[in-house]
């Protein structure tokens, strides 16, 4: 099976280097595409794939195409590949804000056609992508999928309707965290630790945390409460936090990322 990315950016290269670190596919069986010579040069020399400079050289020849490029050109795209589109082709979207249904309209025809939101952390192999099928897409596709998205973090199934909001809360909240990070690390500085030792601290913080509550299943408010000693240090901290309107700004935020998806 041929897997054809259009687009050889930071999530391309990520989903590639996970899908062969897995042994999931072979560098012979991925072709790719990108807008400049660099980018096909870099990505042929790093995984050894065959690069194109046209996107309809990719959608002939691969049995699964990745749309890997930004939601403005997708239009564009697919108006230079959906001609050679055919029914057994399977179609992954890894944009945000383009649905099943304005990229089936596009096409003008009947697609298979997966819809995969992945974040960020999938550089380091510890992404979190959420995925939603049309009605033509079979079950061995959706696992296929699935299998290619999991070799670089978790990927999980949710209906369309909440795509957005996993684009928000997986795709987008990253940034979040490394603000918090940075500012975290800039509150250690100040108390006059040296800043590499600070982001080494703040990171590993973040990093432990969430793995506390993947693994152990229990409520963020349960495993804050163990640490919140009473009269302690912690519970000051989040006492200002508090003050300061942390929640409320963290789901402003989710939710402005939530209505801006819905626009794109």
Known sequence: MKIGFIGLGNMARAMIGGMLQKEIVGAGDIIGSAKTQKTMDSMKKEFHIETFAGNRNVAKQADVIVLAVKPVFFQEVIEEIKDVITEDKLIISIAAGKSLQWIEDRFGKEIKLIRCMPNTPALVGA??????????????????????????????????????????????????????????????????????????????????????????????????????????????????????????????????????????
């Not at 809360?169 to 918090?180: D, E």
């Not at 509150?187 to 030792?197: E, I, L, N, T």
């Not at 495993?223 to 508090?242: F, N, Q, R």
């Open 127 to 264: 992404g979190c992508t959420a995925v939603c099928s049309n009605s033509k897409v079979e079950k061995q596709d959706e696992e296929f999928c699935l299998k290619l998205m999991e070799s670089f973090g978790k990927a999980m199934v949710i209906p369309e309707r909440l795509m957005d909001a996993a684009g928000a809360v997986g795709g987008s909240s990253p940034a979040f965290v490394f603000l918090f990070i940075e500012a975290m690390a800039d509150g250690a500085v100040k108390a006059g630790m040296p800043r590499k030792q600070a982001y080494e601290f703040a990171a590993s913080a973040v990093l432990g945390s969430a793995k506390m509550v993947l693994e152990t299943g229990m409520h963020p408010g349960e495993l804050k409460d163990m640490v919140c000693s009473p009269g302690g240090t912690t519970i000051e901290g989040v006492a200002v936090l508090e003050e300061k309107g942390m929640r409320a700004a963290v789901m402003e935020a989710i939710g402005a990322c939530v209505e801006k998806s819905g626009k794109l």
